[in-house]
């Protein structure tokens, strides 16, 4: 894993674009070398996006409105263990500088508590550049 990552390490942030359906959701990400999320289901990563950056009804996931079909995504921090309600999208594009756009398959783990990531939308895991 640490030689998958030593490259790569050197990103600080970059772009995505989700596509739900006809939606198309831009991020800006902080790239986190730590993020060894999974689904526990299909063991995809996880990328973190916090409620605020997602438009209405993906900022909400827990209510009764959301389009698609709910994963429970349990994580454990330092701090204890909690869980992000999660999704799968129909695709997600990394934007690459000087690369180009690369396609990924992960889930997306929405965060309703934290706003911001050091003025990033999320966080992406640095596996998945």
Known sequence: YGLICKNKIHTVSTDVKIYVGEEKISARLL???GNLVTEPFSSLPVIVLSASCLPYPY?????DVFPLPIRIIPFSTGAGKNCFFGF???KIEIIRPAKGPKRV???IGID???RSYSGYDGLVPVSIL
């Open 112 to 114: 309703t508590e934290n």
């Open 88 to 90: 799968r999208p129909d």
């Open 105 to 107: 398959d992960a889930f």
């Open 59 to 63: 900022d909400m996931p827990e209510s």
């Open 31 to 33: 790239c986190d070398s």
